[in-house]
C-alpha cells in the first residue's frame, strides 16, 4: 500500500552532519508509523529511530540518542533522520520502514514496509 524510497546517504567525516530523507508514495502515509533502520556490514540490523503518524511520539536507539532526530511531513508524504555528531560507528545501510497505525515504535518486527535503502558512511 506504500513504497518508499531513502535518499541523502553518503560520505561524511566524523563529528558532521547527515539528513536522510524517506518519500512515500500513496495517499495514506500520515496512518503509518515511520522508522529508521540501520544494518552494518555482517551485523544484525538494528531500529535507529521511530515516529508515529501523528508525529506527537518519538523512539531512539540509546546509541543514537541525542545526536539523531527523526521527523515527518505528511504534507510532503516525507520522514527525515537528522543525524548530527556522527561516528565511525554509525556507518551502516539506512532503511526507512513503515506499520500501519503501530503503537510499539521500538518493535522493528511491526514494520512490514521497507525501502531499498541508502549508505552512510563515517570517516575518522
Known amino acids: 500500500q506504500v513504497q518508499l524510497v531513502e535518499s541523502g546517504g553518503g560520505l561524511v567525516q566524523a563529528g558532521g552532519s547527515l539528513r536522510l530523507s524517506c518519500t512515500a508514495s500513496?495517499?495514506?502515509?500520515?496512518?503509518?508509523?515511520m522508522a529508521w533502520l540501520r544494518q552494518a556490514p555482517g551485523k544484525e540490523r538494528d531500529l535507529v529511530a521511530a515516529?508515529?503518524?501523528?508525529?506527537?511520539?518519538?523512539y531512539y536507539a540509546d546509541s543514537v540518542k541525542g545526536r539523531f532526530t527523526i521527523s515527518r511531513d505528511n504534507a510532503k508524504n516525507t520522514v527525515y533522520l537528522q543525524m548530527n555528531s556522527l561516528k565511525p560507528e554509525d556507518t551502516a545501510v539506512y532503511y526507512c520502514?513503515?506499520?500501519?497505525?503501530?503503537?510499539?515504535?521500538?518493535?522493528?518486527?511491526?514494520?512490514?514496509?521497507w525501502g531499498q535503502g541508502t549508505q552512510v558512511t563515517v570517516s575518522s
Open positions: 500513496g495517499r495514506t502515509f500520515s496512518m503509518y508509523t
Open positions: 515516529i508515529s503518524w501523528s508525529g506527537g511520539r518519538t
Open positions: 520502514a513503515a506499520a500501519y497505525r503501530n503503537w510499539d515504535l521500538n518493535n522493528p518486527n511491526e514494520y512490514n514496509y
